[in-house]
């Protein structure tokens, strides 16, 4: 591909396996289908990216293809179809989440589909949310060979929303990326930095900038501030950093500078906060819902009820005053992320592969 085409198609290190269009020389290559990139979301990318790069490591042959065009209409859709059809190489493919459509353009493939979540649904209604319904989930499931979400909480929805056969949807959760390891620092005591992840209303900032209102702190908030919220922060004197747009190292750098993780979330696919947040060693609040009561594991973070801004202020307060609740939680929530391993996970990825006729080991 040219330099500027739209789409990127990344051959992966072993270049005696794969040619510079992605085709088959030994092995059945494994194509990984991304959504275009978007500058503020990434985290199927963050968590997809080292998977692939995993399944290189280990000399398997691969394939990144990343689509040109976000999907918000149907024209946009129709020409990642068209991307799709003239772009994808024969052999396995895994659409890693978001853009599940692309199951419907692929030649001569076994398709895996990995569902995020289904708030797609929730962008329509009526006709709207039928072609959705259709495009995103009814005809997709029925081309692919195999559907994986990452918790039961995502398995039950999907079974909702569509019927599908049992042994087609397994369950493969996300793992901490490697990067994120234990650093302890001196808890922060007289304005703790409270670290808060996302900014989307599933997010659930508003509430948490309500409960901060009587808590000397420092809010660190990655992602966009709209209006309300600067509003919010200002009205209720919270103190606090707004970061758009930065990498995966910043990311992490923030994760170490934070006290605490906020991710009192009322939604939620998976919920990789808890599990960063719990590597780097740092006590977590979240919800008392699933999908993040499991994810968080027993005793590894302070639950509270995410519509209730009492229950959050409550949690934070607690946090902030006992030592020994905190070093509880921490270290239960760094027992709990070892079962996350990006081997392990890569692992039961490759022994699904398989199952679908893959020969690689």
């Given amino acids: 591909m040219e330099d500027g085409a739209p789409g990127v198609v990344d051959a992966a290190f072993r270049p005696e396996r794969v040619n510079q269009n992605c085709l088959v020389h030994a092995t059945p290559m494994i ?57 994808l190489p024969r052999g396995y493919v895994h659409i890693t989440g978001d853009v ?16 995020q979540d289904c708030v797609v649904l929730q962008r ?25 979400v990452s918790s039961a909480q995502i398995k039950e929805e999907v079974l909702k929303t569509i019927r599908i056969r049992p042994g087609k949807l397994s369950v493969i959760p996300h793992f901490v990326d490697p990067a994120f390891v234990s650093i302890e620092r001196p808890f922060a005591s007289p304005r703790p930095r409270i670290l808060h992840i996302g900014t989307t209303p599933n997010k659930n900032l508003s509430r948490v900038i309500a409960a901060l209102s009587d808590i000397v702190c420092e809010l660190l908030i990655v992602g966009p501030l709209t209006a309300e919220h ?6 209720n004197g919270v103190r606090y950093q707004n970061f758009v747009g930065i990498d995966h190292a910043a990311v992490l750098d923030l994760y170490v500078s934070a006290d605490i993780i906020s991710f009192p979330s009322t939604y939620e696919g998976f919920g990789m906060p808890i599990l960063e947040g719990q590597a780097v060693g740092r006590p977590i609040l979240t919800s008392d819902l699933e999908p993040m009561r499991s994810v968080a594991g027993p005793g590894g973070a302070m639950l509270v009820d995410p519509q209730s801004v009492r229950a959050i202020r409550h949690g934070f307060a607690a946090l902030v005053a006992d030592s020994a609740l905190r ?35």
């Avoid at 990216?49 to 149907?74: H, N, W």
């Avoid at 419907?104 to 895996?112: D, H």
């Avoid at 009526?126 to 559907?147: D, Q």
């Avoid at 709990?336 to 690689?360: D, H, K, M, V």
């Fill in 100 to 115: 599940h459509y692309a199951a419907l353009f692929r030649p001569l493939t076994k398709t895996v589909i990995t569902i």
């Fill in 124 to 148: 329509g209604r009526g006709f709207k949310r039928l072609v959705l319904w259709l495009l995103w989930f009814w005809l997709p499931v029925r081309m692919a060979s195999a559907i994986t």
């Fill in 230 to 235: 600067v509003q919010q922060l200002h009205e």
């Fill in 327 to 361: 070093s509880r939680l921490v270290v239960a929530g760094k027992e709990n992320c070892r079962q996350f391993t990006l081997e392990s996970i890569t692992a039961s990825y490759r022994a699904l592969y398989q199952t679908l006729g893959w020969p690689g080991r």
């Fill in 31 to 87: 194509t990984y289908i991304f959504r275009k990139r978007l500058p503020t979301v990434f985290s199927i990318e963050k968590i997809y990216d080292a998977l692939f790069a995993q399944m290189a490591k280990s000399g398997a042959a691969v394939c990144r293809l990343e689509l040109p065009y976000t999907s918000t209409g149907i024209l946009a859709v129709l020409r990642n179809a068209w991307f799709v059809a003239r772009r």
